[in-house]
C-alpha cells in the first residue's frame, strides 16, 4: 500500500490521541493554571483579576492598580452611602424644647413643698432673639470658640486640628469643637459623655444642623442655652447675674469675660466658686485665670477684625462684675437637704434614669424623706448648746471654728428623717451630715462587739485561717483585761508588733486599770459600759479585724475611699475610721431593727411631665443574726443606763448609744437610738474656708469652757434635747430582751486569791469605774499631744492608740492618726487623720512602745 500523505498522517494522529484519551478534546488549562505560561496560549481575566492571572509567584499575590483604585472608590462609596443614610435619618433638633432648663420642685415627706429651685432664675431662662443680644457677644465667642463659623458647615476639621496641635505644643487654643457642635451638644443631646458613639451623633446632627438651619438661629441658640455659671442659663441670665444689664446693652470688654466664663464658670468666674478643690477655684485664682483669657479674647477680636485697636485699647481692667445672688430660700438647711437629695437621685441614675445633666435641666418634683418638724427640732437643738456653750468672741482660741453635724434615720426602714449640716447652707459649705473626715472613736466598738458575738474568737491551737465553727462565740459575760498599758497580742499569743518590731502598748481614759484586784478581769458588757480600750483592742485582734471591718460594712458603713482607716493596726478598733453622721445613725438602727439592714435614703418618688419616674422600694438585708443584733442593743443599753452615756437618758424610754472622743480631742460623737429612730451627733472644729492644703481638725481642750469635749457632754446633751422633741407623740417602744448567746471566754487568768466574780446576770450593774467625771480629766501633756501623737496631714501610716471615753463623760483615750478625710460637696479640702488622745505610753505615744 501506498503510505499515507503528510496531512493524512496528522489528521491522523489527533484521531489516534483522541481515541487514546477516550474520544474527548482535553479541557483548556483554566485561567492562571498554565494557560499563558511557557509559552502557551494568554489566560482570559476576570472582572476581579486576583490572584492575578498570567502572573507567577509573588506577581500573582501583588494587586493591581487597578484593583487597589478599585477597592478604595468602593469602600469610600460605601462610607458615603452609610453617612447619607445617616443623614437623612438624623431629625433636626428643637431647641425650644431640649435646652428649655426649669426648676426642680422638692416636697417634705408629708407631701408639702419645701423649695423650687431657681428662685429668680425664671428670668434666668428666658430665650432672647439675636437682635437682643449685643454683637459684641456674637464676635466674642467666634474669636474665642470657631473662628471659620461665618463658613464652616457645622464641623471644622481643621479646626480639630488645630486644636490638637496647640495642645501638644502648650499653646492657647481654641476648643475643636465649633459653635454648631457645642450648641447641639447643650441644646439636643442628654449627655456629654466623651463616647465614640455619641461623637457619632452629635457629628451627624451638626452637619444637618449647619445645612438645614441658618447661622444667625444657631448663634442665638448658642447664646442662650450655654451655661455661664452662677445657675445662669443663656446670654440673658448671665448678663444679668455678672453685669444686673440685659444682653443687649452689653460692651465689648464684658461680652469678653462672659465668652470667657463659658470655658467653666467653675475656674473663671472672677467672684471665685466653692468647689471640690477650693484651693485652685479662688477669688484670686479665678480672677487671675478670667483676666488672662478675657485680655486673649480681646486680642483675637482685634486680629479678626471684629474690634478696633484703639477700642480694645481702652479696656485694661477686668470689668467689674456683681457679687453672686444667693437664692435665699435654699439658705439654712434647706440647702443640705436639696444637695443631699440631688446627690442621692443622680447617684442612682441606674434607678432614677436622671443624670447630673438631666437633672441640671429641672422639670423633676422630687419627694423626700425629710420631715419638716424633726429638721427644725434637731437645728433648734444645736443652736441651743452653741449659743448657750460657744462663744468665739470671748474665746476666740478655744471656740472658734466649732461646728456640729447630725443625722436622724428611721430604724426599721433607712429613711433620713432630718439632719443638719451646718450653720447655714449659703455660708457654710460643707455637709457636716455628710463626710468630714471626723473619726468616730469609741462609737465604733459596738462593731466589734457585733463581730465577736457573730464569728467569735479564735482557738490559738488551729491557726490562722479558721472557719466559725472552729472558733469560740463570746457572750457580754466573756472576760477581757482591763489593764492600762496591755501589751496587745496576736490571737495565738504571740506579742503584736509593726514591722519595725515596735510593740503595741494600749492605754485607757486616764491611764486608769480596772479591778487591779480581780487581776484586771472585765465582762465585755462592762468594758462597754466603761469604754475600756484595752479590752475592745484586743477583742479586735483575737476576732480579726477583717471581720472587724466586715460586720462595720455589713451594717452600713460604707467602704469607700477615706472612711475606712487601715486594718492592719490595733487601733482599728477604737473608731479611727470617718464615716458620715448618716451612715453612723444607719449603722446603729440596724441594731435597733434586730439585725436587718436598710441603706439610708432620701428620695422616696420623682416625677415629671411624663408621669412617676421613680419609686422608692425597700430593699433590706439580713446584717447580722437576731440573737447578735439584740445582744449589742442590751450591751449598748446599759451604756446610756449606767455607763458613759447617762446623760442622754430619756426617761421612760428604752435608749441605747454609745459615746466617742478622738485623738487630740479633735471630736465629739454620740450615737444612739431607740426602736424607732437612730441619731448620730457630731462634735469637732475645722476651718472650712481655710485655704491652706494642709489645714486640719483643731483641738477641743477649753472649747465651750470645758476642759475637754467628750461624746457624752455637748453632743449627748444635743441628741437628748432632739430625740425628746422627735419622739414626744411617739408610742412608747421597749427593745427585745436578748436571748443568751455564746459563752463566757475568759481570756485572763484569774488572782490567785479569792476575789468577787463578775455576775453572769445582764441586769446587774457592774462595779463602779474608778474615774466618774470629765471635769477629773486633764488635757494630755504637750509631749503627748503635740509631737507624736500628732500624724502629718494624708499619712496613711501614722498610727496612735484607742479613744479617750471615760465613765460619765470623758471617752476612751488613745487614737490613731489615720488617713485623710473627705468633704462630700463643696468644699473637699484634703483633711489629716485623726486618732485618741490618750495616755502617756512609751516613748510619748499612746500606744507604741519599742521592745
Keep these: ?236 441670665a448671665a448678663s444679668r447675674a455678672y453685669f444686673d444689664k440685659d444682653a443687649v446693652d452689653l460692651n465689648a470688654s464684658e461680652s469678653a469675660l462672659l465668652a470667657a466664663v463659658l470655658k467653666g464658670a467653675t475656674y473663671y468666674d472672677p467672684a471665685g466658686v466653692a468647689s471640690d478643690n477650693p484651693a485652685k477655684t479662688t477669688k484670686e485664682a479665678n480672677t487671675l485665670r478670667a483676666t488672662e483669657r478675657w485680655s486673649w479674647i480681646l486680642d483675637e477680636e482685634v486680629k479678626d477684625g471684629h474690634l478696633g485697636k484703639s477700642e480694645r485699647d481702652k479696656y485694661t481692667d477686668l470689668p467689674k462684675t456683681e457679687p453672686p445672688r444667693a437664692n435665699s430660700a435654699l439658705g439654712g438647711q434647706v440647702g443640705y437637704l436639696v444637695e443631699l437629695a440631688n446627690s442621692w437621685v443622680t447617684s442612682h441614675s441606674e434607678d432614677t434614669g436622671i443624670t447630673q445633666n438631666k437633672l441640671n435641666q429641672g422639670g423633676y418634683r422630687i419627694y423626700t424623706t425629710f420631715k419638716k418638724d424633726r429638721v427644725k427640732e434637731l437645728e433648734k437643738s444645736v443652736s441651743k448648746v452653741y449659743n448657750a456653750n460657744i462663744d468665739p468672741k470671748k474665746r476666740p482660741k478655744t471656740d472658734k471654728h466649732v461646728q456640729f453635724g447630725g443625722a436622724s434615720v428611721n430604724a426599721n426602714t433607712g429613711a433620713i428623717e432630718a439632719i443638719y449640716g451646718g450653720t447655714d447652707a449659703l455660708k457654710h459649705w460643707t455637709n457636716n451630715a455628710d463626710v468630714t473626715g471626723a473619726q468616730v472613736g469609741s462609737t465604733f466598738k459596738p462593731f466589734v462587739l457585733a463581730a465577736a458575738m457573730e464569728h467569735g474568737v479564735r482557738d490559738p491551737k488551729l491557726g490562722a485561717n479558721q472557719g466559725d465553727s472552729t472558733r469560740r462565740p463570746v457572750s457580754q459575760m466573756s472576760i477581757f483585761s482591763a489593764k492600762n498599758k496591755l501589751k496587745i497580742k496576736n490571737y495565738d499569743g504571740t506579742i503584736w508588733t509593726d514591722k519595725n518590731g515596735d510593740q503595741w502598748l494600749q492605754s485607757n481614759d486616764g491611764n486608769e486599770s480596772y479591778h487591779s484586784d480581780d487581776n484586771y478581769r472585765i465582762t465585755l458588757r462592762e468594758a462597754m459600759q466603761h469604754s475600756v480600750n484595752s479590752a475592745f483592742v484586743q477583742l479586735g485582734m483575737d476576732v480579726g479585724l477583717d471581720k472587724v471591718k466586715d460586720a462595720a460594712i455589713k451594717a452600713g458603713i460604707q467602704d469607700g475611699p477615706n472612711i475606712f482607716a487601715s486594718n492592719n493596726y490595733p487601733s482599728f478598733s477604737l473608731g479611727t475610721s470617718s464615716p458620715s453622721a448618716i451612715r453612723m445613725a444607719g449603722a446603729y438602727a440596724t441594731f435597733a431593727n434586730e439585725g436587718e439592714q436598710n441603706d439610708p435614703y432620701s428620695v422616696t418618688k420623682v416625677e415629671s411631665e411624663k408621669g412617676t419616674l421613680f419609686q422608692h422600694k425597700k430593699k433590706s438585708k439580713f446584717a447580722f443574726p437576731k440573737p447578735v443584733a439584740d445582744n449589742v442593743t442590751d450591751v449598748l443599753k446599759n451604756v446610756v443606763d449606767k455607763g458613759t452615756g447617762t446623760s442622754a437618758k430619756i426617761p421612760g424610754r428604752d435608749v441605747a448609744g454609745k459615746t466617742g472622743t478622738t485623738d487630740g480631742n479633735k471630736s465629739a460623737w454620740f450615737v444612739g437610738y431607740t426602736p424607732q429612730v437612730s441619731t448620730a451627733i457630731a462634735m469637732f472644729r475645722f476651718d472650712d474656708n481655710a485655704k491652706n492644703k494642709q489645714r486640719e481638725f483643731e483641738k477641743m481642750y477649753g472649747t465651750g469652757n470645758q476642759t475637754s469635749i467628750h461624746g457624752a457632754s455637748f453632743p449627748a446633751e444635743i441628741w437628748k434635747d432632739y430625740m425628746t422633741l422627735a419622739l414626744k407623740d411617739a408610742p412608747t417602744e421597749n427593745f427585745p430582751k436578748p436571748e443568751k448567746i455564746g459563752e463566757v471566754v475568759e481570756t485572763v487568768d484569774a488572782p490567785p486569791s479569792p476575789s468577787t466574780k463578775p455576775s453572769e446576770s445582764p441586769s446587774e450593774s457592774p462595779s463602779k469605774s474608778p474615774s466618774q467625771s470629765p471635769s477629773s480629766e486633764a488635757p494630755p501633756s504637750p509631749s503627748t499631744t503635740e509631737s507624736e501623737n500628732t500624724c502629718a496631714p494624708l499619712d496613711f501610716n501614722c498610727q496612735h492608740g484607742g479613744d479617750d471615753e471615760g465613765p460619765g463623760g470623758g471617752d476612751d483615750q488613745g487614737g490613731d492618726n489615720q488617713g485623710p478625710g473627705q468633704t462630700s460637696g463643696p468644699p473637699s479640702p484634703s483633711l489629716p487623720g485623726e486618732g485618741d488622745p490618750g495616755g502617756d505610753g512609751d516613748n510619748g505615744d499612746n500606744g507604741w512602745f519599742k521592745p
Excluded at 484521531?15 to 511557557?38: I, K, L, M, T, V
Excluded at 429651685?117 to 456674637?138: A, C, F, H, W, Y
Design 1 to 236: 500500500m501506498e503510505p499515507p500523505s503528510h496531512g493524512g498522517g496528522r489528521a491522523e494522529a489527533r484521531r489516534a490521541a483522541q481515541r487514546g484519551s477516550g474520544g474527548r478534546r482535553r479541557a483548556a488549562p483554566a485561567a492562571g493554571q498554565g494557560g499563558g505560561r511557557r509559552g502557551g496560549p494568554p489566560a482570559k481575566k476576570r472582572f476581579i483579576d486576583y490572584p492575578r492571572a498570567g502572573k507567577d509567584g509573588v506577581g500573582r499575590w501583588l494587586p493591581s492598580w487597578k484593583l487597589v483604585t478599585g477597592l478604595f472608590v468602593a469602600f469610600i462609596g460605601g462610607l458615603m452611602g452609610i453617612a447619607g443614610i445617616a443623614y437623612a435619618m438624623v431629625e433636626v433638633p428643637d431647641e425650644a424644647l431640649s435646652a428649655r432648663a426649669q426648676n426642680n420642685v422638692y416636697y417634705w415627706s408629708d407631701g408639702s413643698q419645701m423649695v423650687a429651685t431657681g428662685g429668680e432664675s425664671q428670668r434666668n431662662r428666658q430665650i432672647v432673639p439675636l437682635d437682643q443680644i449685643d454683637k459684641s457677644m456674637q464676635y466674642a465667642v467666634i474669636s474665642a470658640e470657631n473662628k471659620s463659623f461665618e463658613t464652616d458647615s457645622g464641623v471644622d476639621p481643621m479646626g480639630i486640628g488645630r486644636a490638637l496641635f496647640n495642645m501638644a505644643k502648650g499653646g492657647q487654643t481654641q476648643g475643636g469643637s465649633t459653635i454648631t457642635q457645642q450648641y447641639v451638644k447643650n441644646a439636643v443631646l442628654d449627655d456629654q459623655e466623651q463616647t465614640l458613639s455619641r461623637k457619632f451623633k452629635e457629628l451627624f446632627i451638626s452637619i444637618k444642623v449647619g445645612t438645614t438651619k441658618s447661622k444667625d438661629e444657631i448663634m442665638a441658640g448658642y447664646l442662650n442655652t450655654a451655661y455661664y455659671g452662677r445657675g445662669a442659663y443663656g446670654i440673658q
